[in-house]
């Protein structure tokens, strides 16, 4: 592996566990969103070992329990009355009955960040990579091609209310520099 997009909490992890790696840079900001199953909810599922998800929902809902758990199992948890709300990435909560949320956050949350091979870094194989994501990003900032590429990895059409979350979501996909 010379790279890998991962969030920052397992990244940290990563480049201190395996010193031929680093963080190149801040990739994807303000994913996440708050699925609710109800309006007020009490225990909230995060993925495990993500403090950033913790933060959101004590900013958005100071009382709430925590239960941190497998990314995969997040959908189950909720459909099966273990947690009332999620924190989840906004493409994953497409297709997941529940009501979205924001985090009740003025600042831009980082939540998915670059690790790349140090070696693999000076490469031109590493340029053009960059360039190719850059383009990317770029494209990408356009809502009729995001909802295009969402449609595509989801395999679906977008409701009403997914169509909503993508018009409104304050997600940045940025640039590598």
């Known amino acids: 592996m010379d790279l890998a997009v991962i969030c920052k909490e397992a990244a940290i992890e990563y480049v201190k566990a395996d010193k031929d790696f680093e963080i190149?840079?801040?990739v994807v900001q303000n994913s996440d969103f708050l699925l609710l199953k109800n309006t007020d909810p009490i225990k909230?599922?995060?993925?495990?070992?993500?403090?950033?998800?913790?933060?959101?929902?004590?900013?958005?809902?100071?009382?709430?329990?925590?239960?941190?758990?497998?990314?995969?199992?997040?959908?189950?948890?909720?459909?099966?009355?273990?947690?009332?709300?999620l924190v989840i990435d906004g493409i994953k909560a497409i297709g997941i009955e529940g009501t979205l949320e924001e985090p009740r956050v003025s600042a831009d949350v980082d939540t998915y960040v670059l690790i790349v091979n140090r070696k693999f870094r000076s490469t031109e194989d590493y340029e053009i990579f960059v360039k190719l994501y850059n383009a990317s990003v770029e494209s990408l900032a356009d809502k009729t091609e995001l909802i295009k590429v969402i449609k595509e990895i989801k395999g679906t059409e977008l409701t009403d209310k997914d169509m909503e979350m993508v018009n409104t979501w304050k997600r940045k996909l940025l640039p590598i520099k």
């Not at 950033?52 to 459909?79: C, F, H, R, T, W």
């Open 24 to 26: 190149a840079g801040t």
């Open 44 to 85: 909230f599922g995060i993925s495990q070992n993500r403090k950033y998800q913790k933060d959101l929902v004590k900013y958005s809902y100071p009382d709430a329990e925590i239960a941190e758990l497998l990314g995969n199992a997040l959908p189950y948890a909720l459909m099966s009355n273990q947690v009332d709300a």
